[in-house]
């Protein structure tokens, strides 16, 4: 699990193909203590470390998770969000989020303002069914709140912190972003729904 502050942005130094699984080495910001077969969030997807050399670490990446998230556009000098696995006792300055990407969404506008940044996200309805306005929703590993929710998307409103430490600072109108909504939104949403359907209000 994590939390969805990002630790800082790393660096993908190396892409390959061997079979069917997809090799990307990431300098990240941070590998003390860091152990094989670690979870790592990458851009909001949870990864494990298969090799560490200093700050260069490696992730074997399998055909479902590319088709489904944002690393199928990863390239030598890409950067990406780096969020270590949450530890016991560790502060959850976000949410809990799973690093399990529900979907990929478009970055429909950007609007800088005097020191932060507005940002519109579209997103297919099968994401968009669990946004709503101030709740959670983790875009590319980070946790942020939902500003308003429109048919097609949603608005994020960014502070400077968010914009320094994370790649949405450097984001531009149609970049791609992995999508995880919160899960107990998902959960509270899929329970009225069961329910009105039961009793054929639906």
């Known amino acids: 699990m994590f939390t969805g502050i990002v630790e800082g942005r790393g660096t993908v130094?190396?892409?390959s193909t061997s079979?069917?699984?997809t090799r990307i080495v990431v300098d990240v910001p941070n590998a003390d203590g860091l152990q094989r077969g670690a979870s790592v969030s990458i851009d909001g997807t949870c990864l494990t470390a298969v090799d560490i050399d200093g700050r260069r670490v490696r992730f074997d990446v399998i055909p479902e998770t590319i088709a489904r998230t944002i690393l199928t556009e990863a390239r030598?000098?890409?950067e990406v969000n780096v969020e270590r696995a949450l530890r016991f006792g560790d502060e959850v300055g976000g949410h809990l989020v799973s690093g399990h990407v529900m979907g990929v969404g478009i970055i429909a506008e950007v609007h800088d303002l005097d020191g932060g940044r507005n940002l519109r996200i579209a997103c297919q309805a099968n994401v968009l069914?669990?946004?709503h306005e101030k709740g959670y929703i983790a875009v590319s590993g980070i946790s942020l709140t939902v500003g308003r929710r429109e048919v097609d998307g949603f608005w994020l409103h960014l502070i400077p912190e968010t914009?320094?430490?994370t790649t949405l600072g450097t984001a531009t109108t149609g970049g791609l972003v992995n999508l995880e909504v919160d899960p107990l939104t998902m959960a509270a949403v899929d329970t009225v729904e069961r329910l009105l359907a039961e009793r054929g209000e639906s």
């Open 13 to 15: 130094l190396e892409v």
């Open 19 to 21: 079979g069917d699984i």
């Open 76 to 78: 030598v000098g890409t």
């Open 129 to 131: 069914r669990y946004v």
């Open 163 to 165: 914009l320094e430490r």
